[in-house]
């Protein structure tokens, strides 16, 4: 919450209302009235900008209609307060027949405390001091983490507070809170680091640049915070980010935040925290580097341990460490009481006794004496006159009028409020602990006016209520805030109305909302969905779970997210039987393909049981999505079940048309060839799709199946094509979606490999390394730790070609350590890799140790890998079939046994022949060619070397082409046919090394290979 300045007055929004700094530096506070404190806040909003009087009525009367009178009345009450003159204004300028301009200079400050200032605390010296200390050590760098823990009403917000207002008058700080909110720890990541850290940027450039430098993944939940021209390059920056990027982001962005001057950052009711802020406290706590950092953490122990919070034990764990500090506070002693009746004054009178009643009913619980008090007063037991106070009747008596139980005092309390006055509270109620006007007069059948007379009452002399300030909804309303002084009062009144009736107002409270937020119910999904779910309106609630769930992903909060849509899942079984299907199928379709964008193998099922439900009651659209969302996962585990899954969507596209039609042949067509083998007719069906989604579908929609027919090209040896349309396809779609779009993250990262592995493919070593190294180091710095794993792995293919063979086992070794058991899999354990990444890791690291000459290594991993696709088929085999075929016949040619060479050379002729690989195709003519000689078939060596070299000559596969060339030189007879092959081979050679920089090792690596080396001095 800001502090408007323009001297001499300061608007505080917290307690709502206008100090003027008085010539001795003291300050004195002017009451307006709610209309005219919205009316001045509106302005001060807008200084220096024409308001006109439309303007004015429609934002601060937007459902009632009010003469403009009224309005002329409530300037004129402002100028006077302000002591401003029409004729010649400071302030407020009039614009005849215009309306008004505010023309002072404004400023904002820091945020402000939530209680008052002259509310007095006792009985927490000692506490004080503690956290006094805390700060001290806090401010020499070493970061303090603060559990002030109770129970409710013991006092932690009154502490934290006065800690909070004595630190700001003694040192310069960074000061800022935020609200843990019952309900949304399951349903809003973040929402209390997210309230205080948008507070601080909204008073400070520097925090903004910093989360802009070294968080971007949290300057990303502030989109008001984003300038235009930051947008792409942050969206870029932060795609397929995860929660362990923001964890970290945020640990530096709070280090920087607090270097220039302290942070003292409140989280109130950590009880209610989402996991992700639990994480987040943890991680701030274990983290040892220096920091002017104090985090203190209030918390109900009682609530965490009820609800099995995970705070309980990451904060024993700390306690136990030493790396946080608690405060446990205990109830009032009868001397603090007595201290707290007597006030300020010395000359109070309290009456013998009293402090010692209140106590032994109160048990020294803050708020139930209080309570206590206020209940005493308003029966007429005790009276408060200028200060001291007296009694009605004998002690004796009033003891028996204390209610026994904190909930009996208020509900006492209550029953002495008006009628109407109590059904206000009721409905602020179901709001939850803040509310305010422009939301709950309607269900509470009071105009506006009456409703804020009702809470100033109400806050001014019983202490139900606090004032917050003001808020402006999205419809541009601007409407008073108010808060349940104690979260106790909301629970009393919200428990003690009939079921129904709470019902019905969450219901109106619900569709109010809808309407103040029209067009940015994102913001508030959850609340809604709260509402909803409450009002028993299962189809909004739904609606909005989902769009929460969306919030969740957005902050990487999958966790939360999934525990959201399973929340809806529930849900749907109070629909009705066509609604529930429709509904479950939607849930899972997301949830499945959150999975799939976290590669998470619990997509396979979620996904299934969606196909399951759509074939039984989803149209025909909703049948092939289904289908084909499936195919990807499922071909993780098992090609010929993906295989059927994709013929069964071919059957149901034929009943689809148009656009949908187009996209699910193109999807078909294509995972039979991706899962599958390759397969000519198939190619050509997805070329003519994409001609019909070229021409039908939007921007989105044709990058994504350009990317995807990209990876045909990269499989057909178009590979400098490949990477061109990866790149833009990555191009479109960034700028067109969300940073957490499943497809765009799965794009990213398929251009992060074959994009890169095409490049190593036509030879551009140089580049693709570049590449791969900072595709790698993006996933890294994302946190990303499967995606990175898997883009080293084609890094290692990418070196495996430049025969940098320690290289190869390295990366292998960095991205799967041991790959054996997982090569072979029908269900993959989270975490491991997939059957095909494990295969992959094999076949690399077999042939590299092949390369190194350790033979029976080689041997070994190759096995592992070929012995698991021959048991279980799965994505992507055909086309790593051809490596490994290569690298053993290379090992049955350097054991000598010639005989199983040949088979595999023909295995590997074979299996490339079935494909339009042209390097893999010239490699194993090649191959082949090298076991004729072996043989001395030479009519053999011919036929081989005259394809290979024909392919080699047709198409851009250096690879291929350096090892064709030299054994072509080989094979040759004729001195002249040898000298041209041998050039060919060493300038091929010559280009591939020269594709790196003269400063990259690898370009060594590759001219001293024992292969190169024997090419280069001419020993053919
Ligand atoms: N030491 C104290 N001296 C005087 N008044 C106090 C003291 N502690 C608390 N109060 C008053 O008691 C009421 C309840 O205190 P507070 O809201 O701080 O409790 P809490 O522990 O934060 O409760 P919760 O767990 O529900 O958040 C407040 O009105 C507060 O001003
Ligand atoms: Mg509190």
Sequence with gaps: MTMKVFPPFRLDQVNQCLWRSTEDGAEEGITLKPKTYSILAYFLDRPGRLVTQDELLESIWPDTYVQPEVVKRHIFDLREALGDDSKTPSFLETLPKRGYKFIAPVRETEPASRTSPDAKLVGRDSELGELEGCLNRAMGGQRQIVFVTGEAGIGKTALVDEFRRRAAHSVALRLTTGQCVEGYGGKEPYYAVLE????????????????????????????????????????????????????????????????????????????????????????????????????????????????????????????????????????????????????????TMVPEGLAALLKRHSDGNPLFMLAALEHLQQCGFIKNEAGSWSLGVPLDEISLEVPESLREMIDAQIESLDPQVQRVLEVASVNGVQFSGGVSIAPASVDEERFEQICEDLSRRHRVLRRLGSIRFPDGSISSRYEFSHALYREVFYRRQAPAQRTRTHRRIGERLERLYAGHETTIASELAEHFEHSNDWLSALKYLRLAAENARRRYANREAGVILRRALKLCANLARDERAEWQIRILTVLGMMYVADSDVRAIETLENAVNLAMQHGSIDVQSRALTDWLLPLSWVSTSRALEASEQALVVCESQSGLSRAMSRKNSHFF????????????????????????????????????????????????????????????????????????????????????????????????????????VLGFEKNGNEYRAKVVRLHQAWAQLLMLDFDGVLNLCAMSYPNPDRAAHTERPVLGDPIPIDARICLILRGSAKLGAGEIDGALGDLSIARDGMDRQRVLLDWYWRMPLHSALTDIWLAKGDIEEARREAQEFLKASLKTRERTHQALAWEANARIAMISGDHDAVAECIGKALSIVERWEIPIAAWRVHATAAQAATDPELVRGQWKLSVDTITRLADSLPPSEPLRDTFLSAPPIRRILSGQH
């Design 672 to 775: 039979r060839i991706w899962v599958g083998e390759w397969n000519d007719a198939d190619e050509a069906a997805c070329r003519d799709a994409l001609r019909e989604i070229r021409d039908l579908g939007d921007i989105v929609t044709r990058s994504y199946f350009e990317a995807q027919y990209a990876l045909l090209l990269w499989v057909s040896s178009e590979y400098r094509e490949a990477d061109r349309i990866l790149s833009q396809s990555v191009s479109n779609l960034t700028g067109s979606c969300e940073a957490t779009h499943v497809n765009l993250l799965l794009l990213y990262w398929v251009h992060q490999m074959f994009g890169s592995a095409s490049l190593a493919m036509a030879g551009e070593w140089g580049q693709a390394l570049d590449r791969f190294r900072r595709g």
């Design 196 to 347: 205080a850290l948008g507070s601080l940027c909204r008073h400070s450039d520097d925090v903004l640049r910093i989360l802009a430098t070294q968080a971007p993944t949290w300057l990303a939940q502030f989109p008001a915070f984003i300038r235009p021209e930051q947008r792409e390059t942050l969206q870029r920056e932060i795609l397929g980010a995860t929660h362990q990027r923001m964890l970290r982001e945020i640990l530096i962005a709070l280090e920087m935040i607090s270097s220039d001057k302290p942070l003292l950052l409140t989280i109130e009711d950590l009880h209610w925290a989402s996991h992700s802020t639990i994480d987040l406290i943890s991680a701030l706590a274990r983290n040892r580097a220096s920091a002017k950092l104090l985090v203190i953490a209030t918390f109900r122990p009682a609530d965490a341990a009820l609800t099995g919070h995970p705070l309980r034990q990451v904060e024993q764990e700390l306690v136990v460490h030493h790396l946080c500090h608690r405060l446990n506070l205990e109830p009032l002693e009868e001397e603090d009481i007595a201290e707290y009746l007597a006030g300020a004054s010395s000359e």
